[in-house]
């Protein structure tokens, strides 16, 4: 099978271009971004100084062709960055039409500074005359070889496809790790977003690369060391000269601008002790993405952000303390069937997808969640008071802000007999209307001299 090598390299205005050709941040390395993008189309890509050298013509049936091949690489015009390219049959000719000749020149006439292994000789090889790759390869090979090395007539017999060309291959590694240089000292901890947003674009492409989803990452800086010790910070205390912050997703994402959004929230409540000079992005932990599966319906539009993505904001916000989870317990008493904890990612994830876990911000009262849905579980209400409040009675009617009618129950509730004490409760439970309060969660406590208490709200 003939083989067909594409060279192409960043174009100048690339530095200016972000993922999906947005004007966004640069990517901190493009090289390396073009390259892994360029492995989804062959296994076979190298870096040749500046370029990059892709033989594709045993991925030309997969995708339907060499000419649907062809323009599913370059007529989007590159996703990641403007390229030049250029074609050949080597990758030495493809390499030496996009170091200055023209495409459509034939191999014989490609001039000689196009080929890497002659550029050391070129003042040597003007003065005999030679100009291109013909007039070189038409002189006595044994000559060749004892004025200028074995290795310019081995460039020669690759460029004609008389040896095979092998190159160190690329890959695309496990783990994203990418460190940027800043341009400029860095004082406060907001400043760095325009740097981290670098660093996620470059993300971005790897990520897409793998078909995987970023569930926790990790961003450190270092600071600058004469400063730091100028200013006597504490190398201990703020671990060295470097500082880090995690971040935690509940669901695998490549949803860029979401993790924007949380290391903003973050860096805006972090004070920097000493300048920055150098980023650092790896990811921690990623998942595979599954296919997304929308309707047919037009009218089955996503707006905004998901509920996990908006949890993750509040709590990069507000602090983790701030968002509490849910987490249902085996016990019949109301006051022990849910445990609430701060929110993290990982609970968040778990919850979502085993039990529909109810979340709530940080106020001292609780929304009561039971893991079973329909018969008596239905009589749950929606908040339920951090203690059961007594209720006077009058006439043996139970009274809150006047008498309470009583709807339905009762609902009874025993347990606690192991523990014995305080623990052991029996209850009838009744759903009671108010005129001034609405719907309310009453119980008779029918160890404790048949006392009325209110222990619920209904929303």
């Not at 849910?326 to 019949?332: G, I, L």
Request: glycine share 10%; with cysteine; hydrophobic share 45%.
């Amino acid at each position: 099978m003939p083989m067909h090598w594409i060279a192409l390299r960043p174009a100048p205005e690339a530095a200016a271009s972000g993922p999906d050709g947005a004007q966004a941040a640069a990517l901190v390395d493009t090289h390396t971004a073009l390259a892994w993008w360029a492995l989804q189309f062959t296994p076979l890509v190298a870096r040749v100084e500046d370029a990059l050298v892709l033989e594709v013509s045993a991925s030309e049936r997969l995708f339907g062709g060499r000419a649907a091949l062809l323009d599913l690489i370059f007529k989007p015009n590159q996703p990641i960055a403007p390229v030049e390219y250029a074609q050949g049959a080597t990758s030495l000719v493809a390499l030496a039409r996009l170091w200055g000749a023209a495409s459509a020149q034939a191999v014989d006439a490609l001039p000689l500074h196009t080929l890497a292994a002659a550029r050391a000789h070129l003042p040597t090889l003007a003065r005999l005359g030679l100009a291109n790759w013909g007039q070189l390869r038409a002189l006595p090979r044994g000559g060749l070889v004892r004025r200028f090395g074995a290795g310019l007539v081995d460039a020669l017999d690759r460029a004609y496809g008389q040896r095979p060309e092998l190159y160190p291959w690329l890959t695309v590694p496990e783990v994203f790790e990418a460190r940027l240089e800043l341009a400029a000292q860095v004082e406060t901890a907001p400043a760095l977003m325009f740097g981290a947003r670098r660093l996620l674009a470059q993300l971005l492409v790897w990520l897409r690369l793998r078909q995987r989803g970023v569930l926790a990452l990790e961003l450190r800086w270092e600071l600058d060391a004469r400063r730091a010790n100028a200013l006597h910070v504490d190398a201990h205390h703020h671990g060295g000269s470097q500082g880090r912050l995690e971040l935690r997703t509940a669901q695998g994402t490549q949803d860029t601008a979401h993790l924007q959004r949380i290391l903003g929230e973050q860096l805006a409540r972090v004070t920097l002790p000493a300048p920055v000079l150098y980023l650092r992005l790896r990811s921690l932990q990623t998942q595979p993405l599954s296919g997304e599966t929308f309707s047919l319906l037009p009218d089955d539009q996503r707006r905004g952000d998901s509920l996990h993505q908006m949890l993750e904001r509040l709590g990069a916000r507000l602090g983790p303390q701030q968002v509490l989870c849910v987490r249902p317990q085996a016990d019949h008493r109301p006051e022990r069937m849910q445990q609430w904890r701060p929110w993290s990612a990982a609970e968040g994830a778990t919850f979502a997808t085993k039990t529909g876990a109810a979340y709530a911000m940080n106020t001292g009262a609780r929304g009561l969640k039971h893991p079973e849905i329909g018969g008596e579980a239905a009589l749950y209400p929606s908040w339920l008071l951090a203690a059961p409040l007594p209720l006077g009675v009058q006439q043996g009617c139970p009274q809150y802000q006047g008498p309470l009618t009583l709807l339905a129950g009762p609902q009874r509730v025993e347990a606690g007999w192991l523990e014995g004490g305080a623990a052991c409760v029996l209850r009838d439970y009744f759903v009671a209307r108010s005129v001034q309060a609405g719907l309310l969660w009453i119980y008779r406590d029918r160890l404790g001299g048949q006392g009325w208490y209110l222990h619920g709200l209904f929303a």
